[in-house]
């Protein structure tokens, strides 16, 4: 609560001395209604694609909880990890999606999308290494009482999954590039599809391959999501049909 407080100060003082033009006063708070549809379209369309990628991340954590203490303390560490690789990623998203809607002309939306992806790509594949080379050092941090077994299901995890770290800049620079020219249904489309093959996946693989399951399914879902807005991006940007 404290952070958020600071966070919400700080971005007023920036706002109020750097952005004047964002900077509003008391009197200048009126509704419009003829903005309301609009805003209630991409808050929805945001507000739902959460809402599935974080039940199917539940559903996910549900199939690792029948694999016993010491795995699911492993995978956890794991997934912390997890969030602070993939969180430079999200922010160029998010950065060329704020770009690319600012933008009008479809080659200037393309050089940004171009210019996000190859930020992306080079991070992921210095991280990539790094996990591959390194993760039997770092899992031990994230755990409090690291057992042979926890550390050895955080690191099998991690070194599985360093690989799957190259498919995230295409899906999130993609899913940016949806947001910012206005297809949140693609937005949602995707995220419900990788989300979906990955828990179908981690169920049906979980007995045979125990930890390694949640691995494949991840996999296979990013991947059907990078083939799915690939091919999307391709058509927005050739121009040859709007995406569906």
């Known amino acids: 609560v404290a952070a958020q407080a600071i966070s919400v100060l700080f971005c007023a003082i920036w706002t109020a001395k750097r952005e004047t033009?964002?900077?509003?006063?008391?009197?200048?708070?009126?509704?419009?209604?003829?903005?309301?549809?609009?805003?209630?379209?991409?808050?929805?369309?945001?507000?739902?694609?959460?809402?599935?990628?974080?039940?199917?991340?539940?559903?996910?954590?549900?199939?690792?909880?029948?694999?016993?203490?010491?795995?699911?303390?492993?995978?956890?560490?794991?997934?912390?990890?997890?969030?602070?690789?993939?969180?430079?990623?999200?922010?160029?998203a998010s950065a060329a999606s704020s770009v690319m809607a600012r933008e009008g002309k479809k080659e200037e939306q393309k050089t940004t999308f171009l210019g996000g992806m190859i930020i992306s790509l080079i991070y992921s594949l210095v991280i990539s290494a790094v996990i591959f080379a390194f993760a039997a050092s770092i899992i031990p941090l994230?755990?409090?009482?690291?057992?042979?077994e926890m550390t050895e299901s955080g690191v099998r995890y991690l070194t599985l999954m360093s690989a799957a770290y190259l498919y995230v800049p295409i899906s999130t620079i993609t899913q940016g590039m949806f947001r910012g020219t206005g297809n949140m249904k693609l937005t949602v489309a995707s995220t419900f599809i990788q989300i979906s093959?990955?828990?179908?996946?981690?169920?049906?693989?979980?007995?045979?391959?125990?930890?390694?399951?949640?691995?494949?399914?991840?996999?296979?879902?990013?991947?059907?999501?990078?083939?799915?807005?690939?091919?999307?991006?391709?058509?927005?940007?050739?121009?040859?049909s709007k995406p569906a």
């Open 197 to 240: 093959i990955r828990v179908v996946f981690t169920y049906l693989l979980i007995e045979a391959c125990g930890l390694d399951a949640v691995v494949y399914g991840t996999m296979i879902g990013w991947g059907v999501m990078v083939l799915f807005g690939g091919i999307n991006a391709i058509m927005y940007f050739k121009n040859k």
């Open 21 to 92: 033009l964002l900077f509003f006063k008391p009197r200048e708070l009126k509704f419009k209604p003829k903005y309301l549809p609009k805003i209630l379209s991409y808050s929805g369309a945001s507000a739902l694609q959460q809402t599935v990628l974080y039940i199917g991340k539940l559903m996910v954590q549900g199939g690792v909880n029948t694999l016993g203490v010491s795995v699911i303390a492993g995978y956890n560490a794991a997934t912390k990890i997890e969030n602070f690789i993939l969180a430079p990623l999200n922010g160029v």
């Open 142 to 148: 994230f755990i409090s009482e690291p057992s042979k």
